[in-house]
């Protein structure tokens, strides 16, 4: 195993060993949601025409859960080491900043899958679930996780205190979260929230998934796909810049 192999085990291995925090909990609130919502307006919420709002919410909830967790999971990582002072000892080690990129955004990626996979496990109990174009599916949460990652990664990276990260979910991650469409379809909005959400990558995630599942989009999927897409590619490309300057860990 070598030296970037060895980190992502670490990594992997750093939320695995609390599986119930970091899996678990993630899994139970999902649920709640879907308990909660679900049951409250199953009745009068129609969006597609075939799908139970419950089964609509599914891939929202899924995608959610996945984002956030693949976010929390880098972020997390990076400013513990930092500010328990064993940041250092990675420092030591003749790792690139690829391998950096490569095992802090990989283990991301793998919870947020898990979190995102046990979400569906568990909602497939409650309702009846399609899958009309598994690539696509596949594709958006790959992508999505992906970026989360790298986007924990740049946070972790410039916060320096979990006050300064705290501010960063609770202002910028939380609410392009819950205004991406997760509960509703976008065409149920004000015009005004309408085009708020079509400049929020997170809505393009979520409805390119839907697509996934139900064949059905409030956009193309096309046009999610370059979205995300283009948007990941951006995110990578700053992380990548950051890592290779030692932006705030190298100082």
């Known amino acids: 195993m070598n030296g970037w192999q060895t980190?992502?085990?670490k990594e992997v291995l750093r939320f695995w060993k609390v599986a119930?925090?970091?899996i678990a909990g993630p899994v139970l609130t999902a649920m709640l949601y879907l308990l909660i919502f679900g049951?409250?307006?199953e009745d009068h919420v129609k969006v597609y025409d075939q799908v139970s709002y419950t089964a609509f919410l599914v891939p929202g909830l899924a995608?959610?859960?996945?984002?956030q967790n693949a976010f929390a999971n880098s972020s997390s990582s990076l400013i513990m080491s930092k500010v328990m002072g064993n940041l250092v000892f990675i420092l030591l080690t003749p790792l690139s900043y690829w391998h950096w990129f490569v095992a802090y955004v990989g283990a991301a990626v793998v919870r947020g899958l898990v979190v995102g996979l046990g979400v569906y496990a568990i909602a497939s109990f409650f309702t009846q679930i399609s899958f009309a174009q598994p690539l696509f599916i596949f594709l958006f949460a790959v992508m999505g996780a992906a970026m989360m990652g790298t986007l924990g990664l740049i946070a972790g990276l410039w916060a320096e205190k979990f006050d300064q990260l705290a501010a960063f979910q609770n202002?910028?991650?939380?609410?392009?979260?819950f205004l991406s469409g997760v509960f509703y379809s976008i065409h149920s909005l004000p015009p005004f929230w309408q085009?708020?959400?079509?400049?929020n990558p997170f809505f393009y995630m979520i409805d390119g998934l839907r697509y996934g599942f139900f064949g059905v989009s409030d956009v193309s999927p096309w046009l999610?796909?370059?979205?995300?897409?283009g948007s990941t590619l951006l995110v990578f490309a700053n992380a990548l810049y950051l890592l290779r300057t030692g932006y705030r860990i190298r100082s």
């Open 7 to 9: 980190l992502l085990y």
């Open 20 to 22: 119930f925090q970091t």
């Open 39 to 41: 049951h409250a307006l």
């Open 63 to 67: 995608m959610m859960s996945l984002l």
């Open 171 to 177: 202002f910028v991650i939380m609410p392009m979260t």
């Open 195 to 199: 085009v708020v959400s079509h400049c």
């Open 224 to 229: 999610s796909l370059a979205v995300v897409g």
